[in-house]
Structure formats: structure tokens, C-alpha cells
């Protein structure tokens, strides 16, 4: 199955893996270990643990990119 990262150099990386693996601690592109798994299902998605992308979206949905993507899909 597929998991979305969220990697502080790429952004939003999708990663092909088994439910088994171990979750990765450095992105696959670039190597940086800015780097944690996001949890989706539904309409959007919750981050847990918080960090750089989590604050960006809960200030006020203007400071990142996926935030505004949904609002213009969701219409
Ligand atoms: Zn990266």
C-alpha cells in the first residue's frame, strides 16, 4: 500500500510499502531525516506528532500547499 511522508526538503512523498515495514526516518529522495509519516483517510487527513507540516495547516490552512489544494477540490 501506499504511505504519504511529509519530507522537509521533497514535501509530500509517497512511499509503496507493506503494513509490516518499519516506517522509513529519511526520505528516499534526498536522504533528510525531516522526515515523518502522515496518516490519511477520509476527507484530509490528521497528522500525529505535529511538526512543521501540522502547524502550517492548523494557523489558518494559508501556509501550505496541500491545504489549499483541498480547498479548491473540495468545492
Ligand atoms: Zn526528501
Not at 22 to 44: E, Y
Request: net charge negative.
Amino acid at each position: 500500500m501506499t504511505f504519504e511522508y511529509g519530507c522537509g526538503q521533497c514535501g509530500i512523498v509517497e512511499v509503496q510499502q507493506s503494513m509490516k515495514d518499519d516506517k522509513l526516518v529519511a526520505c528516499p529522495k534526498c536522504t533528510s531525516t525531516d522526515f515523518q509519516r502522515l496518516i490519511t483517510g477520509g476527507t484530509g487527513f490528521i497528522l500525529k506528532g505535529g511538526g512543521w507540516f501540522a502547524q502550517g495547516y492548523s494557523d489558518n490552512g494559508a501556509g501550505s500547499d496541500r491545504a489549499s489544494f483541498d480547498r479548491e477540490t473540495s468545492k
